[in-house]
Structure formats: structure tokens, C-alpha cells
């Protein structure tokens, strides 16, 4: 993942609930857990799931620095699914590890290429890791490759000093970085916030101190994505800015063009992340980016 000093955790379910209909919320519980380390804002991490059928996941041997190699020579029918994800709360006493899952696909709410928001069922792709949270029950083994110390090189969010205000965008994948992130703000600091969901009912408290404009946008799942629009029709405020993006690929190319060609952002300053891309997995991306 990085260079920082990260490690394998084994964790197990200790209980799951449903923070909105298309996000489920697991809670991880584990001995060395005390060890596990965030950064808190966008956090990112590793998780390795096990195969249907399987208690829990085939790992690389845990004492090897190059764990991504290790992973890879691992038959890729055998080894643990790896998908990144983001760290929602890491809880002390109890250590507790919070992970929040935008859902989608066809069983139950959510939609294939609809951000993991809601909605009727349009597309037959879910993935393995979505439908693994649906059906995690407390017991069910896991592990995360996390880092053991705050500082680390595992998040993006890192306004410079004299940032005087943040834009942040995201769809249902990115929901539980910008709950970090809007926590991590100082008080006072100006946000403005957009958030692409399908269903009013899948839109969250998200507590700051930072003095935040969060606006949900909802549309249909035939509709093309509505963020890009509406920051354009918005008056964004003076002073200097600091974007980050994230969400679906496409998306997310948009926003950055519009704001670095369009209002003249130091591309800099703009942070973008695409989380998924509508039609590919994670290892198709994964094999994507090797091959390239
Ligand atoms: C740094 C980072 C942090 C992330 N944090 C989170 C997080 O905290 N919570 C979270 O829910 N997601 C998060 N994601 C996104 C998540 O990793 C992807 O959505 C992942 O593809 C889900 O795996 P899967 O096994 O469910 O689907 P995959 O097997 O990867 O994909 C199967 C199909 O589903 C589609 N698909 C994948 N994700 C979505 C989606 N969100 N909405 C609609 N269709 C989708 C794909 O296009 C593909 O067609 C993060 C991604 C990154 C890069």
C-alpha cells in the first residue's frame, strides 16, 4: 500500500446495522486491534475477504514486507478478495473498528452504477465485497491491512497551511471519508459539501465544527450525475481553495476538469480519487493499472 509502517490485522464481526437503507455499517472487534492506528479524514485500508464458503480469508505470510507481492503469488482463485475501503471510527476501550459499506447491486437496495445509493434494482453486477457486508454476521473473520501509526501515507486530505476554504464532492462510496474528513475540520472553517445519492433516505447526519453548506443531491439512476451542475450554478466563495473528490471515475474526472479549466483551481490544490468505475471491479482495476 505505502511505504508507512502498516500490518495485517485478523478481526472478526462483533455486530452490524444499517446506518440508511444502501449502507451498511460492520463493527470489527480483535485483539491486536489496540495496535491498529488512523489518520482519521480518508483514512484508506485494505480489506481481504474470504471466499463463499470459506471462515475466513487465504493470506500471504504476514512476516513479508512486500505483502502486495506475496498476495499476488497467491492463487488468484484461492486468495483473500482484496478491496480498499475506508476507515470510519477506530474506536478505544473497547477497540472497535467501524467500517461503513455503500451497497449495491441487485439484492435489496442499491443498484449497480448508482454509487452504492439506493433505488430499485437496474443492473445485475454486485461485487464481493458488497455482498459479503449484506450477509456479514457477528463471528465472520476478515482481515485488514492498517496502519500502526497516525501518521501515514494512507489518506489524501492534506490542505496546506493557508487553505481559506474546502470543496468537497462524493457519492455513497465516499460518504464515510468525508464524515472524517468534515470531523477533522477546524471550527469556522468554511466547506461547502456535495453529496450524490439516489434516495432522500440515505442522506446522514455528519457532524463538524467547520462551518459547512452540505447539499444532498438525489436523482434517478437513468439520470447522468447531477454534482458537476451544481457546483457550476453554485457561487463558491473567495479566498483560497482546497478540493477533494471522490466517487465513481467518471464523475470524479468531471468535477476536477470543471473546477481546474473552468474556475481556475491550482490543480494542486485538488485532491480526486476515483473509488469505482462504473462496469469494472477492483481487480479489473487493479490489472488495469499493472498492466499500464
Ligand atoms: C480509497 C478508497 C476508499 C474507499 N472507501 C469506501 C468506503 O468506505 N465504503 C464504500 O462503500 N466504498 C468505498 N470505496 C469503494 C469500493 O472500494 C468499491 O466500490 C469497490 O469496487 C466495492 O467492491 P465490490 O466487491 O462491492 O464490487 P466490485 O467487485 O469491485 O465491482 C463489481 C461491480 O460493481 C460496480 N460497483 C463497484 N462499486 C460500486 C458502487 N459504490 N456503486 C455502484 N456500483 C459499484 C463496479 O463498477 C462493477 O461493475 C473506496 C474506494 C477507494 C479507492
Known amino acids: 500500500m505505502t511505504d508507512a509502517p502498516y500490518q495485517f490485522f485478523s478481526v472478526e464481526v462483533l455486530r452490524t446495522e444499517r446506518v440508511t437503507p444502501s449502507m451498511a455499517r460492520v463493527v470489527l472487534g480483535g485483539p491486536d486491534l489496540a495496535r491498529m492506528a488512523t489518520a482519521g479524514r480518508d483514512q484508506r485500508v485494505k480489506l481481504f475477504l474470504p471466499r463463499p464458503g470459506e471462515r475466513e480469508p487465504v493470506m500471504p505470510d504476514p512476516a513479508r514486507a512486500d505483502w502486495y507481492d506475496a498476495w499476488r503469488e497467491l492463487d488468484p482463485e484461492a486468495r483473500g478478495i482484496m478491496r480498499t475501503y475506508t476507515v470510519r471510527e477506530l474506536r478505544r476501550e473497547p477497540n472497535e473498528l467501524v467500517m461503513d459499506f455503500a451497497l449495491h447491486g441487485t439484492e435489496g437496495n442499491g443498484a449497480a452504477g448508482d454509487g452504492g445509493c439506493g433505488g430499485t434494482a437496474v443492473d445485475a453486477a454486485s461485487g464481493p465485497a458488497t455482498r459479503w457486508a449484506r450477509a456479514a454476521r457477528p463471528g465472520a473473520r476478515i482481515s485488514v491491512l492498517a496502519p500502526v501509526e497516525e501518521e501515514n501515507a494512507g489518506y489524501d486530505f492534506r490542505p496546506p497551511e493557508g487553505t481559506d476554504w474546502i470543496l468537497l464532492t462524493a457519492d455513497g462510496s465516499a460518504v464515510p471519508a468525508i464524515a472524517g474528513i468534515l470531523e477533522s475540520l477546524p471550527p469556522g472553517m468554511p466547506a461547502r459539501v456535495w453529496i450524490e445519492v439516489h434516495d432522500p433516505a440515505d442522506r446522514q447526519?455528519?457532524?463538524?465544527?467547520?462551518?459547512?453548506?452540505?447539499?444532498?443531491?438525489?436523482?434517478?439512476?437513468?439520470?447522468?450525475?447531477?454534482?458537476?451542475?451544481?457546483?457550476?450554478?453554485?457561487?463558491?466563495?473567495?479566498?483560497?481553495?482546497?478540493?477533494?473528490?471522490?466517487?465513481?471515475?467518471?464523475t470524479v474526472k468531471a468535477v476536477r476538469r470543471h473546477l481546474v479549466a473552468e474556475r481556475g483551481f491550482d490543480r494542486k490544490a485538488v485532491r480526486f480519487s476515483g473509488y469505482w468505475r462504473r462496469g469494472a471491479s477492483e481487480d479489473h482495476l487493479m490489472a488495469a493499472a499493472e498492466a499500464a
Open 205 to 250: 447526519e455528519l457532524p463538524t465544527k467547520a462551518d459547512a453548506e452540505i447539499v444532498w443531491l438525489t436523482r434517478d439512476h437513468h439520470a447522468p450525475p447531477a454534482t458537476v451542475d451544481a457546483i457550476r450554478a453554485a457561487a463558491l466563495p473567495g479566498g483560497i481553495p482546497y478540493a477533494w473528490i471522490a466517487g465513481e471515475s467518471a
